[in-house]
Nanobody
Framework: QVQLVESGGGLVQAGGSLTLSCAASTITFQTYTMGWFRQAPGKEREFVAAISGRGSSTYYEDSVKGRFTISRDNAKNTVYLRMNRLKPEDTAIYYC?????????????????WGQGSQVTVSS
């Protein structure tokens, strides 16, 4: 069982920045593909970004490309999501997730473990 604990959410003005962190309770962290998803009120959960186990490959949803950066520190068992130039439409609960095997990083079905979620609110 892997536990994921997120931190770093909050309220920020449009154009501002936030960094989310997700700490994992596993010694085999580097074997997991890590992803970030978000769910806005009244909407389905959607893919935001993902990173391979060793960090050599990253993936982004089109609307966040160039603004968000996913990274990981395997020595600290932590994955990060740096969010710049935030927009009101980025407001959502953000979830980190871990997948031991993934065929499509955008599909939530492949992720085995999920964090509790972190609220990000962007005011206009």
């Amino acid at each position: 069982q892997v536990q994921l604990v997120e931190s770093g959410g909050g309220l920020v003005q449009a154009g501002g920045s936030l960094t989310l962190s997700c700490a994992a309770s596993t010694i085999t962290f580097q074997t997991y593909t890590m992803g970030w998803f978000r769910q806005a009120p009244g909407k389905e959960r959607e893919f935001v970004a993902a990173i391979s186990g060793r960090g050599s490959s990253t993936y982004y949803e089109d609307s966040v490309k160039g603004r968000f950066t996913i990274s990981r520190d395997n020595a600290k068992n932590t994955v990060y999501l740096r969010m710049n130039r935030l927009k009101p439409e980025d407001t959502a609960i953000y979830y980190c997730a871990a997948a031991s095997y993934v065929d499509s990083v955008q599909s939530s079905h492949y992720y085995d473990y999920w964090g509790q979620g972190s609220q990000v609110t962007v005011s206009s």
